[in-house]
């Protein structure tokens, strides 16, 4: 089926031919949809957290921090802005010149509301000869669109969402990345002042970002008094993933095999690369000014809490199981923590051996931990928290996305639909053992829980294969804990117009 040229594709990928057969397999197989158990509601399985819990979940990342543990702030950057814009986009090549939908009109109507705003008044004068309120006043909006989206004005249209001016202050204007700047210092801050900050970053944006970063950062740690040590990687080609034609074989453009971005679920391996005790992950999107920050702050301080909790608890456990000193009674308090501290349950295990329980326990504690943020549902876009059927029989707490559900069956469909909370990738991740061994990450992915989509290259239809995603299968086989936050943590910027709501004023 191949040829040595693309054996010479793979290699230079670095990608294993046993995984491009194993993905072609999964065209025509197909992926299995997940049994949902139940929904996570607070009492089953979201912890909904009291005044004093909070304050003692405050406490511990605090006292955390003290002890000089190395915490990283992990931020997905890499994804291009171009769908913010769609709508803008689709103005420019509309046949009318004046706005006509709602979108349209509520960009322009507060059009100087926008931080970008001064920017591109700039570009419109150099460009056009004229400013924005005087290229309106003559009915040339698309003008002022192309010079936001095009290369000849800002370029918003191929940059990243990390580039973007978000946020208007008085004396100066921040992108989105800056915003993540801010947070890093005021819940991540190790004793001695550190902050670490990663952001994935795409080939053509990592010059940008370094440029903001070294035009930037002096000015944030003198305003926070840290010192600031930013790093950066790029989706690694070796996850990139085979396209194929509607009948399965792979897709070729001029005789050559076509790869695609393997989605987030790839940067797992850039996650497993990350070199912390402790990993915050949050999309570059989700940031407000610093007048809103305060819940944001106080709720990942917590479920940072939470985690450095749970994982005291684990490591005792688990340094207590591979000793071999526990009593028949520690066991039984092992399985009640497994039931109501981590929700995973397995109706076979009141028929094991003592020493087979104990090793079931062993693997069920020692893996990676995440405490995930879950907001009340608000009718947002994306996955929520479900209790799950894994394929060893147990049940877990999962994020599922509605692709991994069965919506053609009413019962499936109907659980889904049921959840109260909803995922606003608020997580914080526990990535070694009691012993201070990082663990393997790809190794507790799921490898049945990827996707396929329906794409098309130059008029050509074709398939594409989503990796599991980084906070749904990618993190299948963690030790997984839902905490209720509050919905002034989560506002994202999908759209352009979404810059106009108050949280981003």
Same mark, same amino acid.
Request: proline share 4%; with cysteine; glycine share 8%.
């Given at each position: 089926m191949?040829?040595t040229?693309?054996?010479?594709?793979?290699a230079e990928?670095?990608?294993?031919?046993?995984v491009?057969?194993?993905?072609?397999a999964?065209?025509k197989?197909?992926?299995?949809?997940?049994?949902?158990?139940?929904?996570?509601?607070?009492?089953?399985?979201?912890?909904? /957290?009291? =005044?004093?819990?909070?304050?003692? *979940?405050l406490? #511990?990342?605090? %006292?955390? +921090? $003290?002890?000089? @543990?190395?915490?990283?702030?992990?931020?997905?950057?890499?994804?291009?802005?171009?769908?913010?814009f769609?709508?803008?986009?689709?103005f420019?090549?509309?046949?009318?010149?004046?706005p006509e939908?709602?979108?349209?009109?509520?960009?322009?109507?507060?059009i100087?509301?926008?931080?970008?705003?001064?920017d591109l008044?700039?570009?419109?004068?150099k460009?056009?000869g004229?400013?924005?309120?005087?290229?309106?006043?003559?009915?040339?909006?698309?003008?002022?669109?192309?010079? /936001?989206? =095009?290369d000849?004005?800002?370029? *918003?249209?191929? #940059?990243?969402? %990390?580039? +973007? $001016?978000f946020? @208007?202050y008085?004396?100066t204007?921040?992108?989105?990345?800056?915003?993540?700047?801010?947070?890093?210092?005021?819940?991540?801050?190790?004793?001695?002042?550190?902050?670490?900050?990663?952001?994935?970053?795409?080939?053509e944006h990592?010059?940008?970002?370094?440029e903001?970063?070294?035009?930037?950062?002096?000015?944030?740690?003198k305003?926070?008094?840290?010192?600031?040590?930013?790093?950066?990687?790029e989706?690694?080609?070796?996850?990139?993933?085979?396209?194929?034609?509607?009948?399965? =074989?792979p897709?070729?453009?001029?005789?050559?095999? #076509?790869?695609?971005?393997g989605?987030?679920?790839?940067?797992?391996?850039?996650?497993?690369?990350?070199?912390?005790?402790?990993?915050?992950?949050?999309?570059?999107?989700?940031?407000?000014?610093?007048r809103?920050?305060?819940?944001?702050?106080?709720y990942?301080?917590?479920?940072g809490?939470?985690?450095?909790a749970?994982?005291a608890?684990?490591?005792?456990?688990?340094?207590?199981?591979?000793?071999?000193?526990?009593?028949i009674?520690?066991?039984?308090?092992m399985?009640?923590?497994?039931?109501r501290?981590?929700?995973?349950?397995?109706? =076979?295990?009141k028929?094991?051996?003592?020493?087979? #329980?104990?090793?079931?326990?062993?693997?069920?504690?020692?893996?990676?931990i995440?405490?995930?943020?879950?907001?009340?549902n608000?009718?947002?876009?994306?996955?929520?928290?479900?209790?799950?059927?894994?394929?060893?029989?147990?049940?877990?707490?999962?994020?599922?996305?509605?692709?991994?559900?069965?919506?053609?069956?009413?019962?499936a469909?109907?659980q889904f639909?049921?959840?109260?909370?909803?995922?606003?990738?608020?997580?914080?991740?526990?990535?070694?053992?009691?012993?201070?061994?990082k663990?393997d990450?790809p190794?507790?992915?799921?490898?049945?829980?990827?996707?396929?989509?329906?794409?098309?290259k130059?008029g050509?239809?074709?398939k594409?294969?989503?990796?599991?995603?980084?906070?749904?299968?990618?993190?299948?086989?963690w030790?997984?804990?839902?905490?209720e936050?509050?919905?002034?943590?989560?506002?994202?910027?999908?759209?352009?117009?979404?810059?106009l709501?108050?949280?981003?004023q």
């Open positions: 191949f040829t040229e693309d054996l010479n594709l793979f990928k670095g990608i294993d031919i046993r491009v057969e194993d993905q072609l999964s065209f197989r197909g992926f299995p949809f997940l049994k949902i158990a139940s929904s996570a509601s607070v009492g089953n399985g979201i912890l909904a /957290l009291d =005044e004093q819990q909070a304050e003692h *979940y406490d #511990l990342w605090e %006292g955390y +921090l $003290k002890d000089g @543990h190395k915490v990283v702030k992990f931020v997905p950057a890499s994804g291009a802005a171009s769908r913010m769609k709508d803008l986009f689709a420019l090549s509309a046949d009318y010149n004046e939908t709602d979108f349209e009109k509520k960009f322009f109507d507060s100087n509301h926008f931080a970008f705003y001064a008044d700039a570009a419109c004068r460009n056009e004229k400013g924005i309120a005087d290229l309106m006043a003559v009915g040339n909006y698309k003008a002022v669109v192309s010079n /936001l989206l =095009e000849k004005g800002l370029n *918003y249209g191929a #940059l990243p969402k %990390g580039l +973007l $001016k946020h @208007h008085t004396t204007d921040r992108t989105a990345m800056e915003e993540h700047l801010t947070e890093g210092a005021l819940y991540a801050a190790s004793s001695d002042g550190e902050v670490n900050i990663h952001f994935t970053v795409s080939h990592l010059p940008h970002f370094k903001l970063v070294a035009s930037k950062k002096a000015d944030y740690e305003r926070y008094g840290v010192r600031y040590n930013i790093s950066f990687s989706q690694k080609p070796s996850t990139d993933t085979i396209a194929v034609d509607m009948n399965n =074989e897709f070729r453009e001029n005789g050559k095999v #076509l790869f695609r971005p989605g987030h679920g790839a940067l797992i391996e850039n996650l497993n690369d990350i070199d912390a005790e402790v990993i915050f992950v949050k999309n570059i999107d989700n940031v407000v000014p610093d809103l920050k305060a819940p944001t702050v106080r990942k301080k917590i479920i809490g939470v985690l450095v749970l994982q608890e684990i490591n005792r456990y688990t340094a207590m199981l591979k000793s071999g000193k526990y009593t009674d520690d066991l039984r308090e399985i009640q923590f497994l039931h501290k981590l929700f995973v349950r397995n109706e =076979e295990t028929n094991l051996e003592d020493a087979e #329980l104990a090793l079931y326990l062993l693997r069920k504690f020692d893996r990676p995440r405490v995930c943020g879950m907001v009340r608000s009718g947002e876009p994306g996955g929520g928290p479900f209790v799950a059927y894994n394929a060893d029989g147990t049940t877990s707490l999962q994020i599922l996305e509605s692709s991994q559900i069965d919506m053609s069956n009413p019962e469909r109907k639909e049921s959840g109260t909370h909803f995922n606003p990738v608020d997580l914080v991740c526990a990535v070694r053992n009691g012993q201070g061994v663990y990450l190794r507790y992915v799921d490898k049945n829980t990827g996707f396929i989509s329906h794409k098309s130059n050509r239809e074709l594409a294969l989503e990796l599991p995603g980084l906070w749904n299968g990618a993190m299948s086989d030790n997984t804990v839902f905490v936050v509050p919905a002034e943590t989560f506002n994202p910027v999908k759209t352009v117009n979404d810059l709501r108050p949280q981003h």
